[in-house]
């Protein structure tokens, strides 16, 4: 079920770090709906500029206060507004959409591998499968400033690109290091394509499960405009995935990688 509120208030619009903002929204219908690894699509500004809405994906829920939060980085001109809306205004806001993760797995290993922004649905994830299951996370980001506030699942094994925080270099090798050590029952994962392929081919070569987040581009959000189209995997002749309602999140054996 999918709601369209054009009054959502916001209570809190606070840098995490660098450019990244925690926006927290008081949306009680999307609150109580809304499943890990879906996103709200929002305008970001009062007048027409910018046009379309922009989607982010649900970074936390808290249903007892119902509020609804996102995690996001300031890339272009709708961010840019957004990081200026201040407690007390009001956005308009459509969600919860697209389908989540599969989450029906209990006493299980869960492996969680996040890159850049890719980590915000990981965390709405990771708080819901730690209730019976254990997590284990991974999370690539350029410096220690990208990394989320606020976990409520096990310290994530962090890799960053300048050393600042956990392991200098790929998320990815941390990965392969921990299931050289131990068995994952299933793998999720969200961020940069090139992740995602050394994801693949590291679930692959595991032989785990995966599913995968894919964040392309979005204009409607509804699947009436195919502006987030991915290619499937195994399709005769060209067949396409709409990343907004199919997705985002896929097996990765639905999706064609190279
Ligand atoms: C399902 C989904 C969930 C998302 N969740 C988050 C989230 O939790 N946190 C977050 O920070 N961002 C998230 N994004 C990306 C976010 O929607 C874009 O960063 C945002 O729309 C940019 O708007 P803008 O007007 O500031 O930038 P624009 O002016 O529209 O673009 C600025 C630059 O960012 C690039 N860009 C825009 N959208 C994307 C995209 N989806 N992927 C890669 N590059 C893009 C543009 O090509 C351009 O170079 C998500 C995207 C999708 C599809
Ligand atoms: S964004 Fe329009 S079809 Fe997906």
Request: charged share 20%; net charge positive.
């Amino acid at each position: 079920m999918k709601y369209h509120v054009r009054e959502v208030r916001v209570v809190d619009n606070v840098k995490t770090g660098g450019d990244i903002y925690l926006l927290t929204l008081a949306a009680p219908a999307i609150a109580a709906a809304a499943l890990p690894g879906q996103f709200i699509h929002l305008r970001c500004g009062e007048g027409l500029d910018p046009l379309l809405r922009r989607p982010f994906s649900i970074y936390g829920v808290d249903r007892k206060n119902s509020l609804v939060q996102t995690w996001y980085q300031v890339v272009g001109k709708g961010t840019d507004l957004l990081r200026k809306a201040k407690a007390g205004k009001t956005l308009d806001v459509i969600g919860p959409l697209g389908k989540g993760f599969f989450t029906d797995i209990a006493g299980r290993n869960a492996g969680l591998v996040g890159g850049g922004m890719g980590i915000a649905p990981l965390m709405f994830l990771g708080g819901e499968l730690a209730q019976n299951n254990r997590v284990h996370s991974f999370f690539g980001v350029r410096s220690k400033a990208q990394l989320p506030p606020g976990l409520s699942f096990p310290t994530p094994l962090v890799a960053t690109e300048d050393g600042s925080a956990g392991r200098r270099g790929l998320v990815t090798d941390v990965l392969e290091q921990e299931l050289q050590r131990q068995k994952m029952d299933i793998l999720y994962a969200c961020g940069p394509r090139a992740m995602l392929q050394q994801v693949v081919k590291l679930a692959q070569k595991y032989d785990i499960p995966l599913q995968v987040s894919l964040e392309s581009a979005m204009a409607c959000g509804v699947g009436a405009c195919l502006g987030c189209a991915c290619e499937k995997s195994g399709a005769d002749g060209e067949s396409w995935l709409k990343a907004c309602q199919d997705g985002p999140v896929f097996w990765a054996a639905e999706v064609k990688w190279e």
